[in-house]
Each structure stands twice: as C-alpha cells, then as structure tokens.
C-alpha cells in the first residue's frame, strides 16, 4: 500500500504559543483517518500546513512521496489536495452546480484564448465538468438541488456541497474539517453513510470531528492532538480505552 500524506516532525509556533509539537503522521491509499482533540489542540493549524496556507516553523509534509513544504496552496491543490473548512465558505449567490464547478477550474486546461474564442476544446471541457459536477452532486444527494442557490440550501445540504465540491477535483486526499459540525442526527448519520460509499469508491480521507460517533464509526485509524502534542494514535478501540485520550477529553491535569 502506497502513503499519500507523510507528516515529518512538524511544528509550528505562533509567537510564544507551540501550537503543534513535533508531529508525526502518516495516511495510506484508501484510508480513513481521523484527528481529534479538544478545542484549540492544533488540529486545523495542521490542516492550514498541510494545504500550504501556513508554512511551518519547522517539518516536512510529502504528499505522494513529494515534499511539498511550503509550496504556495494553489500549486498545492493542483498536486492533489483538496479541503474543506471548519465554516462554510461557498458562493452563496451560485448555483449548486456552479458552486462545484468554479472549483473545478484549477484543472483544466482550456487557457485564455479558449475562454476569448470559446473554441470547441472549451466547450467539450464545459461539458465534462458538468457531467463530473453532476457525478459528485449525485454521490452527495445533491444532484436534485443543482439549480438552487447555495444559500438557499439546508445547512446540511451546504455542508455536502462543499464535499462535493472538494471531490470534484478529484484529489489524491481529501481534507474535511469538522464535517459534520452543527449537524443533527439526521444529517450526521446522512453523512456517515455518504462517506462509507466514498470509503467503498476508494477514496482516501483525513478527517477532523468532534463528533465521537462519528469518527469511531467510519475511520480505521484515528490521531489525537492535545495542546499541540499527539498524545495518542490507533483503532477506534485502541483510542477510546486510552487512558491520556480519557483524561484529555475529561480536562484532568496531568
Ligand atoms: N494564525 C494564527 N495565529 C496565532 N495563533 C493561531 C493561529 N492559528 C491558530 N492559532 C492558535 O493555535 C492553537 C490551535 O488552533 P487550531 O485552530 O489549530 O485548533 P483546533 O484543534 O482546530 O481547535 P477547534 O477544535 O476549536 O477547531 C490555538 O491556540 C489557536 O489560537
Ligand atoms: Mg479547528
């Protein structure tokens, strides 16, 4: 089995503040892996450092065997990462299509004169993107939606969107930051189901939540960041019988 995501010593520091220490991790193909921790223990600093948006003080991030550290975050989507965010950040006014397809753009290869003259290679890539938007909207149980506003959507509906989104670009490793935050039962379990079937498709996924459930239903592997520090890493059964994640969780002092 191949990594996708290699995370060597990373730390990095905001000012006097060791936001991460040191951290190892690493991600297969075709895995679901999870980061959990309580607020403020460095899980979507990693995330900002693996995606480019912070270079880190020190470390190194491989993607594919590539280093990758600190190339900018567009070069870094196009070698194959692709993210969401902890809040919403879709085009409110765009339509569901749209909003997946604008996302798409980084990979295609009509250039300028295309987009002038539109010439029939634009047109053909309009039409693919369309057809892998459709694909994903589907897969998301949003494909009835695609004509909607995306601020008109249920806040569940706009959370898939932006999977959607992200998946559409086809990445290596997909990144979610608390995908299921604010959801209800409903939509977590919706969700759940959704990310069993991508789990099924091959897809391979570092994920971040709060949501315990959740993570303990559908990752294979799961981290666990605490004050900057990885207090504790393995299966589901592994994590939750661990006494420091235990202890982590319940605010004791060491
Ligand atoms: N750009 C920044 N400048 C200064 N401090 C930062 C910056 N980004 C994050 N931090 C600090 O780093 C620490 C880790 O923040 P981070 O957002 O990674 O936590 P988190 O684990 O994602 O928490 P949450 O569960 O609340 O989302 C926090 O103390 C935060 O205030
Ligand atoms: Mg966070």
Redesign the pocket.
Known sequence: MSTVLKVNSITQR??G?V?LNNINMYVDDREIVGII??????????F?IITGM?EPTSGKVELAGQDITGKKPYVIAAMGFARTF?NIRLFGKMSVLDNVIVGMHTRTKANLIDAIFHTKRKYREKKECEEKAEKYLELLNLWDLRHEYANSLPYGCQRRLEIARALATEPKLLLLD?PAAGMNDRETDELLEIIKKLKEMGKTILL?E?DMKFVMNICERIYV?NY?ELIAEGTPFEVRTNQKVIDAYLGKEE
């Open positions: 905001f000012g503040l936001a921790g309580p607020n403020g223990a460095g899980k979507t600093t990693l900002n912070y902890q608390e971040i709060h960041l900057g």
